[in-house]
């Protein structure tokens, strides 16, 4: 069992920064692939990024160039860089660990214009 909590979000302005990060419990953090995902209001679940065991790292081709995801299996902890922040990017961000499809509770980023 792999338990994951999110940190980092909040209210930012548009055209800020936050870092999000998400925690792992648990053993062999560093064979899984670790993702995050985005919820809207109204809208469905939708990838952002990924990086798998070996780093490398997959984007949403939308964000890829104002998001960076990064992991450090020494912490237990993937990162995901968020620059230049839109309104558009307000949602629920979910941390999710591959294959066995853990998923965090979620945390809150607000971008006002």
């Known amino acids: 069992q792999v338990q994951l909590e999110e940190s980092g979000g909040g209210l930012v302005q548009a055209g800020g920064s936050l870092r999000l990060s998400c925690a792992a419990s648990?053993?062999?953090?560093?064979?899984?692939?670790m993702g995050w995902f985005r919820q809207a209001p109204g809208k469905e679940r939708e990838f952002v990024a990924s990086?798998?065991?070996?780093?490398?790292?997959f984007y949403a081709d939308s964000l890829r160039d104002r998001f960076t995801i990064t992991r450090d299996n020494a912490k237990n902890t993937v990162y995901l860089q968020m620059n230049n922040l839109k309104p558009e990017d307000t949602a629920v961000y979910y941390c999710?660990?591959?294959?066995?499809?853990?998923w965090g509770k979620g945390i809150q980023v607000t971008v006002s214009s």
């Open positions: 999710n660990a591959r294959p066995a499809n853990y």
């Open positions: 648990g053993r062999s953090f560093s064979s899984y692939g």
């Open positions: 990086i798998s065991w070996s780093v490398r790292p």
